[in-house]
């Protein structure tokens, strides 16, 4: 089973309108992190929001908010007032449990089109 | 964020000749770098993890003959892709890890694109 479901390859939205970008994940360990990076066309992968499996509260960094769902396994990226600098890929990863390794698990993506 | 730099953002090279990527950490210390590949309109991959001082861990289908990684300080870790052929052509990426009160957030270099003739 994939680790990180993206199940959005491509998404448009308009300029000034909030946008959820889905991602769903599937790991038994208790402890585990969730982020979010933004890969533009020049292909710098930029970190978003941090999500740890034991915080209460959603993660939120200025337009980006996490919508958690721990019951469903959910990690969805919720981008409020869109630009059209957001256009680009979105990855949704994650790092299961402590420990030195952090290895992240990526999804496929989902290809943001922010439109006028 | 914490900077991650690349070098060199691209290269071409001929089938046969060996190259060697850079990814150093700007303003922080990292004990582990990771290598990761990414082919057009796809994931990234994980290739390897590089911890300073030690040999590099590879994932499973990775040659460790063929991708060397050497992390001789705290801010410098260097892929050579041996013997490239155009199938190694691909977008290579690194990150740094920062542990962080648990958040261990990767920070990413700009890349580099390798392309093999």
């Known amino acids: 089973a994939q680790k990180i479901t993206q199940t959005q390859p491509g998404m448009f939205v308009q300029e000034k309108e909030a946008v959820t970008l889905d991602c769903t994940y599937d790991?038994?360990?208790?402890?585990?992190?969730l982020f979010w990076y933004k890969q533009p066309s020049s292909g710098e992968m930029i970190f978003l929001i941090y999500?740890?499996?034991?915080?209460?509260q959603n993660a939120t960094e200025g337009r980006y908010s996490l919508n958690f769902q721990k019951a469903r396994k959910s990690a969805n990226l919720v981008i409020s007032a869109s630009q059209l600098g957001d256009s680009a890929m979105y990855f949704c990863?994650?790092?299961?449990?402590?420990?030195?390794?952090?290895?992240?698990?990526f999804g496929t993506g989902t290809r943001l089109q922010v439109t006028l | 964020g914490a900077v991650v730099s690349q070098h060199p953002s691209w290269v071409i090279c001929k089938s046969g000749t060996s190259v060697k990527i850079e990814c150093r950490s700007l303003?922080?210390?990292?004990?582990?770098m990771f290598w990761y590949r990414q082919f057009p309109k796809q994931s990234l991959m994980l290739m390897a993890t590089?911890?300073?001082?030690?040999?590099?861990?590879?994932e499973q289908g990775v040659e460790k003959d063929k991708f060397l990684i050497n992390h001789a300080s705290l801010t410098l870790s260097t892929l050579t892709v041996t013997s490239a052929h155009p199938e190694d052509s691909s977008f290579y990426i690194c990150?740094?890890?920062?542990?962080?009160?648990?958040?261990?957030?990767?920070?990413f270099g700009p890349g580099t694109r390798l392309t093999v003739l």
């Open positions: 990150s740094a890890r920062i542990p962080s009160g648990g958040t261990d957030t990767q920070y």
């Open positions: 790991t038994s360990d208790q402890s585990y992190g």
């Open positions: 999500q740890g499996s034991y915080d209460e």
């Open positions: 990863a994650m790092r299961e449990g402590p420990g030195t390794a952090s290895k992240l698990t």
């Open positions: 303003d922080f210390q990292a004990t582990t």
């Open positions: 590089s911890n300073e001082g030690s040999k590099a861990t590879y």
